[in-house]
């Protein structure tokens, strides 16, 4: 896990090393970024961990595809992020006691006697305590330092849910970026930080905190030759 956290840390030093000298390029030339969409993909590792149990924690591996559109500071980005979670610790007694809580008051009995008798050929409602993954649906606006240079870091913030029942998890996040564009084409990196809310059961919703960092490449569209001129045109007038 810390070989993981340290490759991370690496990439998101040297984008930051490579900041200054991309800033004082992207001043001098026209804007690098001229279509206002852009659609990125990217993966990353990250770590969880329960908040009632914070002993209960694990890694997760990240995977994303979105859509951003971005005109000039302010931005609106929406996609999809599946999360594959792999908590370590194994379940004990004391997370039985939901369970036994809810059987005092006649409900769960099936749950609580398959997390107590586990076996060959009982089934471990608990597993999925461990190893389970999530998709959510993901939006919230985003905001860019430098919109269209070379150089562009951007923040961000938003929501995302797995579906629009009562079954459906939840979460919060806070994203903070880094792009380097290319014409069209840009790569990026992120940090990010969330707070998942996920059902479990019909009587029980388990919390997170996961942390994770991700990288990925993306590219605009939907510009043409007048947006790339209005662009120039306010390079010119007024380099950020």
Known sequence: MKKEYSILLIGLACTILAGPSLFAQGDSKPDAQFAPWALKVGGGLGGVNETEFRENKGKTNNYRISAEYNSRYFGFEFGITHKIFSLSVPPRADHVLPYALFQSAGQNNSVLNGALYSGPLHRDPLRERNNFNLTFLDIGPTFHM?????????????????????????????????KLNFDRFFVFTEAEASAINRYYNQDLRLHYNDYSGMIGVGFHFGGGDETLKKEETVSNRSSF
């Open 146 to 178: 430098r919109p269209g240079k070379t150089f562009d870091p951007y923040l961000s913030i938003g929501a995302g849910t797995t579906g629009f029942d009562k079954s459906a998890s939840y979460r919060g996040f806070a994203r903070l970026g880094f």
